[in-house]
């Protein structure tokens, strides 16, 4: 069982930023596929951000492209979800998710397709 937490939540001002981490007890998070999603009360739980096994691919929800970065620190075994511009409408629990990925072809904004999640982070944006 692969155990996720997420922290760096907080609360901002609009303009404002911050940094999401997201730690893995996996041997290598080379191994998985990694994203981030969320959700605000009263709303669906939707895609955020995506990071191929290797690193080498992203994909955005249109958004958030541009005002987020998703990364990944093989050495902490550790996804990071950088949040800058923030906007009162990114307020919400961000929750990150894993998937196994043996052969570096997961790009999935699809909840489903997700094995391991975290108990989620809550990100408040004052205007």
């Known amino acids: 069982q692969v155990q996720v937490v997420e922290s760096g939540g907080g609360s901002v001002q609009a303009g404002g930023s911050l940094r999401l981490s997201c730690a893995t007890s996996t041997r290598t998070i080379s191994d998985y596929a990694m994203g981030w999603f969320r959700q605000a009360p009263g709303k669906e739980r939707e895609f955020v951000a995506h990071?191929?096994?290797?690193?080498?691919?992203?994909y955005y929800a249109d958004s958030v492209k541009g005002r987020f970065t998703i990364s990944k620190d093989y050495a902490k075994n550790t996804v990071y979800l950088q949040m800058s511009s923030l906007k009162p409408d990114d307020t919400a629990v961000y929750y990150c998710?894993?998937?196994?990925?043996?052969?570096?072809?997961?790009?999935?904004?699809?909840?489903?397709?997700?094995?391991?999640w975290g108990q989620g982070t809550q990100v408040t944006v004052s205007s």
């Open positions: 990071i191929s096994r290797s690193g080498g691919r992203t």
């Open positions: 998710a894993a998937v196994e990925d043996p052969w570096d072809r997961t790009i999935s904004s699809r909840t489903y397709d997700y094995d391991y």
